[in-house]
């Protein structure tokens, strides 16, 4: 069987733009009638997407909505999820396979290439075309040896590099120079082209620094392309791109967790014009103006609980429940709404039990199995049926679990306070979806959804690969492409 050509995307540092250029350059090529699929050896991303009853960055799942398929956990084989700063949890095509510090993952890391590659070879055998992209960048070379992210699986998999550069932060032409200067003259050689991003402006200005980038490093220009306004349209993969957005009525304050995860819950608000969502970050009080305080998902519930006390956000909930302010809690904001987090087998740190902030009357007790899953849902107000997943440890119970909020597999999920003031569940996923976001607008008093948000996603993603087809030279990225 002929392989199919591919090619790898890496970046001069983390942020610099990789997972949307990866996105566009899909659904470009697609565009074009090619079939084509996403794939990146390691993330590192506490951000997931269900794929196949696994998880895998949300990156990835936005890059196979580009290539027009369902999400695979062999487009992301390895996705560490940080715990701690020290340490993450390590999953393998998809299904947790241990919790391992920086050392510890650096000695594992050789074992675990046969699986990237077995996913990269999946990939392959489905496609085209498989653009590839790169994690952080490949002028660490303290983390040469073992690699896995960058240089060592193109070296694996034989692969051509495209570098990519982000002007928009500045020193651009050392960023690209800089890292031929101080990688290994073979992996210097594997890289066959060069792109600068996010230039704001006329990129003709930059004219004269990308024929300088080129003299420096013999590397091919690919373009220079201009920033794209509407990247905001698409769900944020790191918790840094996360913004406050619109400028609504309907006031949602979220406090950012220190661990917070699938915050990709909060796109879909962010973009509705009845709707002004906050991010709240640490040191900063909860806005007194909030009709909302969404707490969202966290990969730690006990520790970011903790978190969560230490800069006052408790009083300022206590606060806004007084005032009559509404809360909801997704996923770990629910657990920590309730009396105790009980945590029998030490899943999160020491055994023991940990106070809640006592808004639902229900318990969690953290289990090792982990639900992982996608699933259809009813809403109990309305009616209305969605599409949502779950990611998460731990079971919840208790006399506000008679009030859900869904209905799962013909059983009742989430809760509800006496007096309504205050939800949790654990469904992600559900404001993305058109009609339940319209129903929970209504009944919260804020006028409905003015947003199709997926079909908007499918728009901006289209806007994407014309931006891309206008100012990069996809031409050449074939042409390299083996």
Same mark, same amino acid.
């Given at each position: 069987?002929?392989?199919?050509?591919?090619?790898?995307?890496?970046?001069?540092?983390?942020? &610099?733009?990789? /997972?949307?250029?990866?996105?566009?350059?899909?659904?470009?090529? &697609?565009?074009?009638? +090619?079939?084509?699929?996403?794939?990146?050896?390691?993330?590192?991303?506490?951000?997931?997407?269900?794929?196949?009853?696994?998880?895998?960055?949300?990156?990835?799942?936005?890059?196979?909505?580009?290539?027009?398929?369902?999400?695979?956990?062999?487009?992301?084989?390895?996705?560490?999820?940080?715990?701690?700063?020290?340490?993450?949890?390590?999953?393998?095509?998809?299904?947790?396979?241990?919790?391992?510090?920086?050392? $510890?993952?650096?000695?594992?890391?050789?074992?675990?290439? #046969?699986?990237?590659?077995?996913?990269?070879?999946?990939?392959?055998?489905?496609?085209?075309?498989?653009?590839?992209?790169?994690?952080?960048?490949?002028?660490?070379?303290?983390?040469?040896?073992?690699?896995?992210?960058?240089?060592?699986?193109?070296?694996?998999?034989?692969?051509?590099?495209?570098?990519?550069?982000?002007?928009?932060?500045?020193?651009?032409?050392?960023?690209?120079?800089?890292?031929?200067?101080?990688?290994?003259?073979?992996?210097?050689?594997?890289?066959?082209?060069?792109?600068?991003?996010?230039?704001?402006?006329?990129?003709?200005?930059?004219?004269?620094?990308?024929?300088?980038?080129?003299?420096?490093?013999?590397?091919?220009?690919?373009?220079?392309?201009?920033?794209?306004?509407?990247?905001?349209?698409?769900?944020? $993969?790191?918790?840094? !791109?996360?913004?406050?957005?619109?400028?609504?009525?309907?006031?949602?304050?979220? #406090?950012?967790? /220190?661990?917070?995860?699938?915050?990709? !819950?909060?796109?879909?608000?962010?973009?509705?014009?009845?709707?002004?969502?906050?991010?709240?970050?640490?040191?900063?009080?909860? #806005?007194?103006?909030?009709?909302?305080?969404?707490?969202?998902?966290?990969?730690?519930?006990?520790?970011?609980?903790?978190?969560?006390?230490?800069?006052?956000?408790?009083? !300022?909930?206590?606060?806004?429940?007084?005032?009559?302010?509404?809360?909801?809690?997704?996923?770990?904001?629910?657990?920590?709404?309730?009396?105790?987090?009980?945590?029998?087998?030490?899943? $999160?740190?020491?055994?023991?039990?940990?106070?809640?902030?006592?808004? +639902?009357?229900?318990?969690?007790?953290?289990?090792?199995?982990?639900? &992982?899953?996608?699933?259809?849902?009813?809403?109990?107000?309305?009616?209305?049926? +969605?599409?949502?997943?779950?990611?998460?440890?731990?079971?919840?119970?208790?006399?506000?679990?008679?009030?859900? &909020?869904?209905?799962?597999?013909?059983?009742?999920?989430?809760?509800?306070?006496?007096?309504?003031?205050?939800?949790?569940?654990?469904?992600?996923?559900?404001?993305?979806?058109?009609?339940?976001?319209?129903?929970?607008?209504?009944?919260?008093?804020?006028?409905?959804?003015?947003?199709?948000?997926?079909?908007?996603?499918?728009?901006?993603?289209?806007?994407?690969?014309?931006?891309?087809?206008?100012?990069?030279?996809?031409?050449?990225?074939?042409?390299?492409?083996?």
């Amino acid at each position: 069987m002929q392989r199919a050509r591919s090619i790898m995307i890496q970046g001069t540092g983390s942020n &610099v733009g990789k /997972s949307l250029l990866v996105a566009g350059i899909c659904r470009a090529l &697609v565009r074009r009638g +090619l079939t084509v699929r996403p794939f990146k050896p390691q993330n590192m991303s506490n951000n997931a997407a269900v794929a196949e009853g696994g998880e895998i960055g949300r990156a990835q799942a936005l890059q196979a909505m580009a290539c027009g398929v369902e999400p695979s956990v062999h487009m992301n084989p390895i996705l560490l999820k940080p715990e701690s700063e020290t340490g993450a949890q390590v999953v393998v095509h998809g299904q947790r396979h241990t919790t391992a510090k920086a050392r $510890e993952y650096g000695a594992l890391k050789p074992s675990l290439m #046969p699986k990237v590659l077995e996913s990269f070879n999946q990939m392959r055998g489905e496609a085209d075309i498989v653009i590839v992209e790169g994690a952080g960048s490949p002028a660490e070379v303290n983390l040469r040896a073992g690699d896995i992210a960058n240089m060592g699986f193109a070296e694996a998999a034989d692969i051509p590099v495209i570098l990519a550069g982000d002007i928009d932060r500045g020193g651009v032409i050392a960023q690209i120079v800089g890292t031929k200067a101080v990688i290994s003259t073979a992996d210097a050689a594997r890289i066959k082209g060069f792109i600068v991003n996010k230039f704001r402006g006329d990129p003709a200005l930059f004219d004269e620094g990308f024929k300088a980038i080129e003299s420096h490093t013999g590397w091919r220009g690919l373009g220079t392309l201009p920033w794209f306004a509407d990247s905001h349209k698409l769900p944020a $993969e790191d918790a840094l !791109d996360i913004r406050s957005g619109g400028n609504g009525g309907f006031h949602i304050a979220v #406090p950012q967790l /220190s661990r917070m995860a699938n915050f990709d !819950d909060l796109d879909p608000l962010a973009q509705e014009l009845n709707v002004r969502v906050t991010m709240v970050p640490a040191g900063k009080p909860l #806005p007194g103006d909030a009709d909302l305080v969404l707490i969202p998902g966290t990969k730690s519930t006990v520790k970011d609980l903790a978190f969560f006390r230490n800069q006052g956000w408790d009083v !300022d909930l206590h606060a806004h429940f007084r005032r009559g302010g509404k809360v909801l809690g997704i996923c770990g904001g629910y657990q920590m709404l309730g009396k105790v987090i009980a945590d029998p087998c030490g899943i $999160e740190g020491p055994a023991g039990e940990t106070k809640g902030l006592g808004y +639902l009357d229900v318990t969690t007790t953290m289990i090792p199995e982990k639900q &992982v899953s996608r699933t259809k849902a009813i809403h109990k107000a309305s009616g209305t049926a +969605l599409n949502a997943y779950e990611i998460h440890i731990g079971t919840t119970d208790g006399p506000d679990c008679n009030r859900p &909020v869904f209905e799962v597999r013909g059983q009742p999920e989430g809760a509800t306070s006496a007096n309504g003031q205050v939800q949790g569940s654990y469904l992600h996923g559900l404001f993305s979806e058109d009609a339940f976001r319209d129903a929970w607008l209504k009944a919260e008093g804020a006028g409905g959804s003015k947003v199709a948000y997926g079909a908007g996603v499918e728009k901006t993603l289209d806007a994407l690969a014309a931006h891309i087809e206008a100012h990069l030279d996809i031409d050449a990225l074939l042409e390299i492409a083996q």
